[in-house]
């Protein structure tokens, strides 16, 4: 597969099909082969890129002790864009990747066509920290109640043990701990090994972003952002996720919303037919 040097680190991705660019941004336990049901379907219509984030496979590992802020995403997205010439490009962002892509809209609106935010982790929208702390919760409770005993929940079930697991590097608790959490344990009875594998795989990456936590980025931060966004939720998502997309949907100024039946977080992955039909109308929408 080709690669591309951005910012002193090499990127593989993948690059198909002609017209106006999709480049899909994946999460924080994946990287660029979980688009497989995507890539070929996009590229009859759009020239469709995929690729795997700073030190994602088969990139090179994270170095021990090192970071990945969302800041230096946000920058390796932006260099992608710019190295391979595909800016104004729409976005296809699932997790930290959608994330990762709000963050670029914001910064660089010059650089984004369109949004497809599939379950963006956006906790610092909610005023909170990653994890979350009490004083910060409690406010949120006083200001909405279900949203706040949601997050608290996903809180101590997933982001708080599998924090404390990788600081005492039990990674495998850890990773089994947030795809649990994450995912669903319905879903990942559904994984073959090598599935499972993939994921485990990019458990070095994923503590250096964990570590690293995530930037502010309010309500007014969201508010700015212009681009057509597609938000999109699966049926058995955490409610958690749910509830961030709602705040989301209030606050973007050009959002609609899509909900993907019989899916997970990984509803790309989960009901890739549902999940393909719905981009493609949006962009089609959103292409010149």
Not at 83 to 90: C, Q, T
Not at 194 to 208: I, L, P, S, T
Request: aromatic residues 8%.
């Amino acid at each position: 597969m080709p690669t591309i040097d951005v910012d002193a680190t090499s990127l593989e991705y993948t690059d198909q099909g002609t017209g106006q660019p999709v480049v899909f941004v994946h999460g924080s336990l994946s990287d660029m082969r979980v688009w497989s049901s995507q890539a070929a379907v996009f590229a009859s219509e759009y020239r469709a890129v995929t690729y795997s984030s700073r030190h994602y496979f088969p990139n090179e590992p994270v170095p021990a002790g090192v970071d990945i802020g969302h800041d230096v995403l946000v920058e390796d997205l932006a260099g992608l864009l710019t190295k391979l010439d595909l800016a104004p490009a729409h976005l296809v962002g699932q997790s930290s990747g959608a994330f990762v892509s709000m963050l670029l809209a914001h910064d660089r609106p010059d650089m984004v066509r369109s949004l497809v935010l599939a379950e963006p982790p956006a906790l610092p929208v909610l005023g909170l920290d990653v994890p979350p702390k009490p004083p910060q919760l409690l406010r949120l409770f006083l200001r909405d109640p279900r949203t706040a005993f949601d997050v608290a929940k996903f809180g101590a079930r997933g982001i708080r043990p599998t924090a404390r697991a990788f600081k005492r590097d039990e990674d495998e608790r850890g990773f089994k701990t947030f795809i649990t959490a994450a995912i669903g344990s319905e879903t990942i009875a559904g994984w073959s090994d090598e599935r499972m594998q993939q994921a485990r795989g990019n458990v070095g990456a994923f503590k250096a972003v964990l570590r690293a936590g995530m930037p502010p980025f309010g309500e007014d931060e969201v508010r700015r952002i212009k681009a057509p966004s597609l938000l999109i939720t699966g049926e058995r998502s955490a409610p958690a996720l749910h509830r961030i997309v709602d705040k989301l949907e209030e606050l973007l100024p050009n959002a609609e919303r899509v909900h993907i039946p019989n899916a997970s977080h990984l509803m790309f992955e989960d009901n890739p037919d549902a999940f393909n039909r719905a981009v493609l109308s949006f962009l089609q929408r959103h292409t010149d």
